[in-house]
């Protein structure tokens, strides 16, 4: 016949210190796991550079023929996979590393619009910058990008249209090794009031692989996975 155990209220508070110190420790650790395994994402200037406390245009009066401007950007695999989710674009040639092996670049690429978007990034910060509306584009994507590549997109007037106020500016985004990935036009309608603004800061971005997810909360058998240095709290 069975018989319950009778715990004393000292035994009982041990047991449950113990137990709720074991959880803790596990769910630390999980924390710790999933932050080191998830990538951080930072803006385009990076997570140590220093850039503009403003940011501010040039209003239409003030630019001339010739004018240009550039930013450049490290195109990370983790660019391409937060495009991917955001635009719902899940080419394998993008995200598949054995499809893309045999494809015609035989390698994952950057889908062309996320190199484009540096383009944008010109016109909406630098030439004209805020306040610039941007009526239209025609581009030629001329090579394709790889993770890794140092992209420079280049704007540069070439027509002024005073009834309107709008600009065409001429568009290149070369790599690292001066090789031309997208040239093309934008049509914009620049600014006539100066705008000065604080700058703002870029919110960090953390990609989640759910496989890696899956194998620390032991999801395939219902248990908890833990580490050699936390074996001690699961006893």
Request: with cysteine; aromatic share 6%.
């Amino acid at each position: 016949m069975w018989t319950p155990a009778i715990i004393s209220s000292g035994d009982w508070g041990r047991w449950f210190r113990s137990s709720f110190g074991a959880a803790r420790n596990r769910f630390h650790f999980l924390r710790q796991r999933m932050a080191l395994d998830s990538a951080p994402l930072r803006g385009p200037h990076g997570p140590e550079s220093s850039h503009s406390a403003f940011i501010e245009n040039r209003v239409y009066g003030e630019i001339g023929i010739g004018d240009k401007a550039s930013v450049t950007r490290i195109i990370k695999l983790e660019d391409i996979e937060l495009f991917s989710v955001i635009s719902g674009d899940i080419n394998p040639v993008y995200l598949d590393p054995e499809y893309a092996s045999k494809d015609m670049f035989h390698h994952i690429i950057s889908q062309g619009v996320l190199t484009a978007g540096l383009i944008s990034a010109v016109l909406g910060t630098k030439l004209p910058g805020p306040g610039t509306i941007y009526l239209g584009q025609d581009l030629q994507f001329r090579a394709p990008v790889s993770p890794g590549d140092t992209i420079t997109a280049t704007v540069t007037v070439t027509t002024k249209n005073p009834e309107n106020h709008q600009l065409v500016l001429a568009c290149h985004c070369v790599n690292q090794n001066s090789i031309e990935v997208i040239r093309g036009t934008a049509t914009v309608q620049a600014p006539v009031e100066r705008i000065s603004r604080p700058a703002m800061q870029l919110p960090d971005v953390r990609l989640m692989r759910h496989e890696r997810l899956r194998t620390l909360t032991g999801a395939r058998d219902g248990g908890i996975a833990s580490h050699d240095s936390d074996r001690a709290s699961l006893r």
